[in-house]
Nanobody, 126 residues
Framework: VQLQASGGGAVQAGGSLRLACAAS????????VGWFRQAPGKEREGVAC????????YYVDSVKGRFAISRDNVESTVYLQMNSLKPEDTAVYYC????????????????????WGQGTLVTVSS
């Protein structure tokens, strides 16, 4: 599977963006999909994930109530709606898809056999 991320850009604080992660190739609705971000000088962190089968979502605390992840299995696309953006949301955002199972457990976020899209830059100015 190949992933193509898009939708990044520059906005002022309080603004909104919607990122899209389009999958092509051997796609599978059994994949969990997540959005990750990496700010300059910081480690990559998981931002939001959506499970493969039942639409369960996960958000890191810093984006709860502001970001929403959704998936369209027909279009093989996962979206990240980002509202009330803050300067600290500035980062390169990556999407990834993968197997949600690990060590016999089922997770909301992808765990193994990860496929990564290229990053899309989000810049939020104050």
């Amino acid at each position: 599977v190949q992933l193509q991320a898009s939708g990044g850009g520059a906005v002022q604080a309080g603004g909104s963006l919607r990122l899209a992660c389009a999958a092509s190739g051997r796609t599978s609705s059994s994949y969990a999909v997540g959005w990750f971000r990496q700010a300059p000088g910081k480690e990559r962190e998981g931002v939001a994930c959506i499970s493969s089968s039942d639409g369960v979502t996960y958000y890191v605390d810093s984006v709860k109530g502001r970001f929403a992840i959704s998936r369209d299995n027909v279009e093989s696309t996962v979206y990240l709606q980002m509202n009330s953006l803050k300067p600290e949301d500035t980062a390169v955002y990556y999407c990834a898809a993968g197997d949600p199972y690990s060590d016999g457990y089922y997770y909301t976020c992808p765990q193994k056999s990860m496929r990564w899209g290229q990053g899309t830059l989000v810049t939020v100015s104050s």
